[in-house]
């Protein structure tokens, strides 16, 4: 029930999960999705990205594939844009270092130096 | 919460629906679930996206790619590669004309560059049946300030300021209607939304009830708020049932969150809404003739004044708008009057929806800013004429407007400036025209549909248009006389003075304007006995150039009036007296030996 315009206010953001992705703002998570990177476990880093995802209720960010980029070799890669910074390249990722790489990078902006293999501009 | 990886929003819209877009619905959540990702990806339908030339439509976010002429069998791929593997199916892409350039992402399709969606803000991009969707979009939000923050006169002189026009066709300013019907007395008073679009081949309204029936919900709260009204109907056509259904949703779930009924967000104002279905007659929407059918009467118009603003249904002030109409309020309160009138022309703000039908290579629907000149909107937004023919015309106004020629195209697009022409904006329904179109036979289409949905109640609409049809007939059929077309201009002029109603008052048009731009086409038909077009069949003779003639019998072996004579291996020829101009001939003709003319 929509007692008063605070009513409406707190639904809407409830709501703005359900249609988020289609505004095309926000973070971008990228992983390879080649033959190389689905060989090296892209699919299990892509189910706990949306799960870690789902947890926090990060609704505005945006999981997309690409193809192989040649660096086979540092798969499983997963790559993070945020608004107005350099995409950065993060190779060797497992299941279980994605909790980190988001709650570091996406949410606070600071890079896991670690796990990092490239900085693209 | 479950979260989506990716949304896929399929077109539920009545043209893609007929293309097949429920089949591919199912089959896009079998394959889902065969791949196993039905999980982590959401299939919509959503509302009519307005390119309903490349139809059937599907949209994958977040990259926002645009698939068009989607098949069942085409569903297997796009899943397998874009949504499993990430990599966009090529093949499905938009491919902009000429340059058959593919265009992954809509908003870079030109038919949709020059567009500004305001009344369709959500038409294709949210779930009509779910209001949350309405919500997360700054649904309601118009309502909630207006309720909070605003008397009623304050909203009135808010929609004053914005300048927003009726949408029906009428092009009556919408702030002095609501001014109007606020300062009759109550308490009794009724808002009225008229959903009856009768004019062919237009589509905006439907378009904007299936996709987004929430936004005309809110756009008559608001106006109710401002009259005094707390009662109200909408007035839809029977013709559009899932129309109907979408509405009878949206009025259930706002009931269940309040938006409706009592003490609405917790203020004073209370509004219940109902449906009427409308039973097949364009009369109907015009607005006393509406009122009368809501009341259970025979749908007739009456005369005005009084009008409906002092005393309209059961007698009481009422409010009655088009959907469109109510589909912009919202955004008006939403951003602000200045905001709204910073977009079209001095005296016709805002933007309007158009129904774009003929010979364009771009059907569908669109909407522009006021002041846009028509050859924009026939040329960039409609793709031009198809099959590359030559232009000849534009119905503007569908059976109550007139036809622009090439020569006026760059007229912009306003109230005014197309009633000036002889044409007028009407509810948006463009039908373009090429060479292969007879104006006369057009003129005849329009006032035969106004002819028949003539009510009957008074003499001039009744006995008038039937003998303008009667006299464009005879013309058709070879027997027209240079007094003919004085008798139709008088005639004409007659109706259009004493009609008692639209329908009436306007049914001249068609016939005006195309004499007043093609009167060399009644002429040849007159005085040469000829249709340029090569339409009217009357006129039309069909003959077999002996040159190109073989002698096949091909022609002779389909003829159904058993015209065709001649020897094996020997030119043909057609008996014009026997021959009843069906075409099978030529459609048979493997040597293009028969020409008509």
Known sequence: MIKSAEDLKRLREEAKALTGIRAGQGVEIILGMGTCGIAAGAREVMSAVLEELSKREMSDVRVTQTGCIGMCEKEVLVDIVRPGEKRITYGRVKPADIARIITSHVINGQIVEDLVVAKLD | ?597
């Not at chain 2, 899932?242 to 609405?264: F, P």
């Not at chain 2, 109603?501 to 005006?512: E, F, I, R, S, Y």
């Open chain 2, 1 to 597: 919460m479950q979260l989506f990886r990716a949304h896929v929003l399929v077109c539920g819209g009545t043209g893609c629906v007929s293309s097949g877009s429920k089949k591919i619905q199912e089959a896009l959540i079998d394959e889902l679930a065969k791949q196993n990702i039905d999980k982590e990806i959401k299939v919509v339908e959503t509302g009519c996206h307005g390119f309903c030339e490349m139809g059937p439509i599907v949209i994958v976010y977040p990259e926002g790619t645009f698939y068009c002429r989607v098949e069942v069998k085409d569903i297997p791929e796009l899943v397998a590669e874009h949504l499993v593997k990430g990599r966009i199916v090529q093949r499905l892409l938009f491919k902009a004309p000429v340059t058959e350039e593919q265009v992954p992402s809509y908003k870079q399709i030109a038919f949709y560059a020059k567009q500004q969606r305001v009344a369709l803000r959500n038409c294709g991009h949210i779930d009509p049946e779910n209001v949350q969707e309405y919500i997360g979009r700054d649904g309601y939000e118009g309502l909630a300030k207006v309720l909070t923050s605003m008397t009623p006169l304050q909203v009135i002189e808010d929609m004053k300021k914005a300048g927003l026009r009726g949408r029906g066709g009428g092009g009556f300013s919408t702030g002095m209607k609501w001014q109007f019907a606020s300062q009759s007395p109550g308490p009794k008073k009724y808002i009225i939304c008229n959903a009856d679009e009768g004019d062919p081949g237009a589509f905006m309204d439907r378009s904007v009830l299936e996709g987004d029936p929430h936004s005309v919900l809110e756009g008559m709260l608001i106006a109710a708020y401002a009259i005094g009204a707390d009662d109200g109907y909408l007035y839809v056509r029977a013709e559009y049932p899932l129309a109907i259904k979408r509405l009878k949703v949206a009025i259930a779930q706002a009931e269940e969150l309040g938006l409706l009924g009592d003490n609405i967000m917790g203020s004073n104002f209370s509004c219940r809404l109902h449906i009427k279905e409308g039973a097949g007659a364009f009369v109907c929407g015009e607005e006393t003739a509406l009122m009368a059918s809501i009341e259970g009467s025979r749908g007739t118009p009456n005369p005005r004044p009084p009008f409906p603003a002092v005393k309209g249904l059961w007698g009481k002030p009422s409010n009655i708008n088009n959907v469109e109409t109510y589909a912009n309020v919202p955004v008006i309160y939403l951003h602000g009057a200045d905001e709204f009138a910073k977009v079209g022309t001095e005296r016709s703000k805002g933007t309007k929806v158009f129904a774009l039908t003929g010979k364009l290579r771009n059907t569908g629907l669109a909407e522009v800013p006021m002041g846009i000149s028509l050859r924009e909107i026939i040329f960039d937004i409609g793709g031009g004429i198809m099959d590359d023919k030559k232009f000849k015309a534009v119905q503007i106004g569908g059976p109550s407007g007139g036809c622009i020629p090439e020569q006026l195209l760059d007229t912009p697009v306003d109230y005014d400036s197309l009633t000036a022409l002889g044409a007028m904006m009407g509810s948006g329904g463009l039908v373009v025209m090429d060479e292969t179109s007879c104006m006369v036979d057009v003129a005849k289409f329009f006032l035969n549909f106004t002819q028949k949905e003539s009510c009957g109640k008074c003499i001039p609409c009744r006995e008038g248009t039937k003998r303008m049809l009667e006299i464009l007939q005879k013309i058709c059929d070879g027997n027209g006389t240079p007094e003919d077309v004085t008798t139709l201009e008088t005639l004409g002029a007659v109706i259009k003075n004493t009609a008692l109603c639209g329908l009436g008052q306007t049914a001249p048009n068609p016939v005006l304007a195309t004499l007043r731009y093609f009167r060399d086409e009644f002429e040849a038909h007159i005085y040469e006995k000829k249709c340029p077009a090569g339409v009217c069949t009357a006129l039309l003779e069909y003959k077999i150039v002996a040159d190109n003639c073989k002698g096949c019998g091909a022609c002779a072996r389909v003829c159904p009036a058993d015209a065709i004579t001649g020897e094996k291996k020997e030119a043909h020829t057609i008996d014009t007296s026997k021959c009843i101009k069906c075409g099978s001939c030529i459609e048979k003709c493997k040597f293009n030996a028969i020409v008509k003319g």
